[in-house]
């Protein structure tokens, strides 16, 4: 603000924190994940919330084209990236990331471009899901070597392996 062309006063507007919001980049680094933050806001302010939240790696004032680029650039080595939204300028992104996660009290356009829409505004619902991901793929993984192990050992009993040495035929 300025009276008479002389700066009086400097306003700031910033979207507050939310308060799950710390919590949950603790725990996704506690999994061993980086934490990236895709933002149209100006560097300032971004670099000032990442630093606030313990967030590894800023890519600010970008347009939602750019967030698409940001997350191939940070695909770069094989890496499997999902990316967190709730707007329009966020849709983009969640299509093209490898895991889309709307938060449900954002826009229609963000929640119908995820893979997973995020029923609250708690970004603790994002290592919910990745919770919830690895240890479905554990049991996946799981019940496949059990069904492979038993058809190894019982479709040679089935085809007739033990006649030979006891007369036993299924």
Do not use: C
């Amino acid at each position: 603000m300025a009276v008479d062309g002389v700066a009086v006063a400097v306003i700031g507007v910033a979207d507050p924190i939310k308060p799950g919001s710390p919590g949950a980049i603790a725990a996704l680094h506690a999994l061993g994940l980086k934490v990236a933050m895709i933002t149209g806001d100006n560097r300032v302010t971004a670099a000032a919330i990442a630093s606030t939240l313990g967030i590894d790696h800023v890519v600010a004032e970008v347009l939602p084209e750019g967030k698409v680029a940001a997350l191939n650039s940070l695909r770069e080595g094989g890496a499997k990236v999902p990316f967190v939204g709730d707007g329009i300028n966020d849709a983009p992104a969640l299509a093209s990331a490898d895991v889309g996660n709307a938060i449900e009290t954002g826009t229609d356009v963000a929640v119908e471009s995820a893979d997973v829409v995020l029923m609250s505004g708690d970004l603790r619902g994002v290592v919910n899901a990745f919770r919830i991901s690895q240890r479905s793929m554990a049991n996946i993984r799981q019940n496949l070597f059990w069904a492979f192990g038993y058809n190894v050992v019982l479709i040679p009993v089935a085809a007739g392996v033990l006649y030979p040495l006891n007369g036993t035929l299924l």
